[in-house]
């Protein structure tokens, strides 16, 4: 079983960068396609982006394409999420998630293994 732990969240000004960073341990992390989730007070919990086993696929919600951009690094068991242009309606717990199955359009339901989340805040 997988344990994730997500690092890099913050509070920044409309227009600012965060990169979050997810490390997974206690797995084969190659064999994992991972996920950016985020909820936001009040709302549902969202796919942000995900990555394919060997960064082959990547997929983006309509609401982050050409700002976010998802990568890993399997030498080092590590998921990023590098996000320019921030805006407040970014503003949201993201979590870092794991599923063994074939790459698709993430859903919550989809994937097994969750980290603990970071905050990201946006002030306009």
């Known amino acids: 079983q997988v344990q994730l732990k997500e690092s890099g969240g913050g509070s920044v000004q409309a227009g600012g960068s965060l990169r979050l960073s997810c490390v997974a341990s206690g797995g084969i992390f190659s064999s994992y396609n991972m996920g950016w989730f985020r909820q936001a007070p009040g709302k549902e919990r969202e796919p942000v982006a995900a990555?394919?086993?060997?960064?082959?696929?990547?997929y983006y919600a309509d609401s982050v394409k050409g700002r976010f951009a998802i990568s890993r690094d399997n030498a080092k068991n590590t998921v990023y999420l590098q996000m320019n242009n921030l805006k407040p309606e970014d503003t949201a717990v993201y979590y870092c998630a794991a599923e063994r199955g074939l790459f698709r359009v993430p859903s919550h339901a989809s994937y097994d293994y969750w980290g603990q989340g970071t905050q990201v805040t946006v002030s306009s």
């Open positions: 990555i394919s086993r060997n960064s082959g696929n990547t």
